[in-house]
């Protein structure tokens, strides 16, 4: 049971546009602490994302953004395309465990 | 080019010990927090352990405590995770990564190491 929340899966045909939720709690998302999205191709690395919530690191399409709210976050995809299948997780920092925490990752199958 | 390096995944018996070690190339590991990050087979990724850049502070999961120890040498530019009385579930790829704080983001990561328990 991972202490953020996503769902185990989401799919999208080419083109079009999906989100992956992750659901903290008032000791790490809703305690201020910044969330952070990696994506993990398979039998590779996982990969920086998003950082501080809404930053793309050089390198990363603008076709990815995050967002955040109170005690969740966003990771949104636009114009899905086929290499973007893989799995993507949150990340942030717990203040009751004083380290970080991830969701539990979700699989994203372009259709 | 930048990397990091990661060595000494093995497979090993419960109740044995294994010492990882992950090799900066490119880069100077002095200047950033260091951390392990496992992710067991088909399973989700796991915070280990942090270490701060003099090795002043330093974190652990719960069901690591007292068992693992994470050491840096930033004279060999290194990070090291001492494992000991090792159990099935410490079964994993371990990744070490870089962070700029212990609160922050993982910036670069190694590509693993397995660690396999079992009799």
């Known amino acids: 049971q991972s202490v953020l929340t996503q769902p185990p899966s989401v799919s999208g045909a080419p083109g079009q546009r999906v989100t992956i939720s992750c659901t903290g709690s008032?000791?790490?998302?809703?305690?201020?602490?910044?969330v952070h999205w990696y994506q993990q191709l398979p039998g590779t690395a996982p990969k920086l994302l998003i950082y501080g919530n809404t930053n793309r690191p050089a390198g990363v399409p603008d076709r990815f953004s995050g967002s955040k709210s109170g005690t969740s976050a966003s990771l949104a995809i636009t114009g899905l395309q086929a290499e973007d299948e893989a799995t993507y997780y949150c990340q942030s920092y717990d203040s009751s465990l004083s380290g970080s925490v991830f969701g539990g990752g979700t699989k994203l199958t372009v259709l | 080019e930048v990397q990091l390096v990661e060595s000494g995944g093995n497979l090993v018996q419960p109740g044995g010990s294994l010492r990882l070690s992950c090799a900066g190339s490119?880069?100077?590991?002095?200047?950033?927090?260091m951390s392990w990050v496992r992710q067991a087979p088909g399973k989700g990724l796991e915070w280990v352990a942090s270490?701060?850049?003099?090795?002043?502070?330093?974190y652990y999961v719960d069901s690591v405590k007292g068992r693992f120890t994470i050491s840096r040498d930033n004279a060999k530019n290194s990070l090291n995770l001492q494992m000991n009385s090792l159990r099935v579930d410490d079964t994993a790829v371990y990744y070490c990564a870089t962070q700029y704080g212990s609160a922050t983001y993982y910036v670069l990561w190694g590509q693993g190491t397995l660690v396999t328990v079992s009799s």
């Open positions: 490119g880069i100077r590991l002095s200047s950033y927090w």
């Open positions: 270490i701060k850049q003099d090795g002043s502070e330093k």
């Open positions: 008032t000791s790490n998302i809703g305690a201020h602490y910044d």
